[in-house]
C-alpha cells in the first residue's frame, strides 16, 4: 500500500497536550485506504479522538505528519476541512436553532449552493428519520435525535472522509442498527470512512480493518479476521464427551489439551494446534467416551482486544 493512493496517512505521529502534558500519541502510523471503513479500537485514554483531532486539524501534531486526500494537515488546514466531515463525540449542535437550521446552516459554511441545502437537508432529515421534527429546536432533542442529526449534519458536503467519534454510544438499538445500515450506504457509495468505536460487534461488523492502540501507540493493525487470528487459542476446536472420568490425556496426542467437567458424565474439552476432526473423534472413541458436540473456536474481536490490551481500567 503507497502512501501515494491513501486517503488518509498517518507516519509517526505524535501528540504531546502541552510542555509538561500527557503524551497522547507516541509515534501512531497507519493509512486509509479509498473507500475503506477503518476502525480505531483502543481503551479510555488511548489516544483515538486525539488521532482524529489531527486529522480534522482540531488538535495540532507535535511532530511526524498526517494527510487526508493527499492535503497536509499541518500547512493546509483549510484544505483538509473542505474535504471531510466530523460527527465528534461530544454533541456540537447549535442548541438554539431547529434541527433543519443546523443543517443548513453547515451546508452553507461549506459553500453548498443555497438552492441545494433545503432540499438537501430535507432528504437527510428524511433518510435519518427526523423529517417529523425538523423545525423543533435541537434543544428539545433526545441524546440519540441529536446523534442523528449530527450525522446527517455531516454529510451535507458530501465528503471525501466521514470521521465518526463513537457513533453509537448511547444510542438504542434500532438507532444503532439504522447507523449500521447508513454506514454500509455511504461505503457502497465510495466514502471513506474512520471510526472509532468500543462496540466490539460493531467494529467486526462495518469495519473493513481495525487499528488498536493503546497508551498512544499502534499495537495492532488488521482485518477482523486476521485480528482474531492473534488469539493464542486460535485453531482450537472444542469438544463436549460424555465420559466416566477426565477424557483430558486421550486428547493430548492431538494438540495442547484442557479439560472441565460440565456435570456428572459430562466434560468439555478444549483442544487446540488444528487437530483434524476424524483425530478427535477417533480419541474420544478410544477412551470410551462419546462425543456430543464439536465446533471450531473463533475467539471474538472483544477477546483479541482484552488479550492485546489487558484487564486494567485505564
Ligand atoms: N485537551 C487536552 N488536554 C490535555 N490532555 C488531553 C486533552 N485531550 C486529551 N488529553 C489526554 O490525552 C490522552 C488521550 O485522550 P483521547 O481523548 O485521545 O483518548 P480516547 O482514546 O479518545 O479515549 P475515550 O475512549 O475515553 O474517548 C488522555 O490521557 C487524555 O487525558
Ligand atoms: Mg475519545
Redesign the pocket.
Known sequence: MSAATSVIDVQDVHKR??PR??E?LKGVSFSVEPGEVFGLL??????????I?VLTTRVRLTDGSASVDGVDVTTDPQGVKRRIAVVP?QANLDRALTARENLTFHGAYFGVRRAARGARADELLDQFGLADRATERVDNYSGGMSQRLMIARALMHQPVVLFLD?PTTGLDPQSRLFLWDRVAELRAAGTTILL?T?DMAEADRLCDRIAI?DH?QRIALDTPEGLRGLLPGANGVELVVRAGQDPVAAFEPIGTAESMQLDDDRWQVRCFGDPTLSALIDAAEQHGSEVLDVHRLEGSLEDVFVHLTGRDLR
Do not use: F, R
Open positions: 497536550y502541552g502534558g500527557p497522547a483502543g481503551p479510555n485514554g488511548a489516544g483515538k479522538t486525539t488521532a483531532g463525540q463513537e472509532t468500543h492502540v498512544g
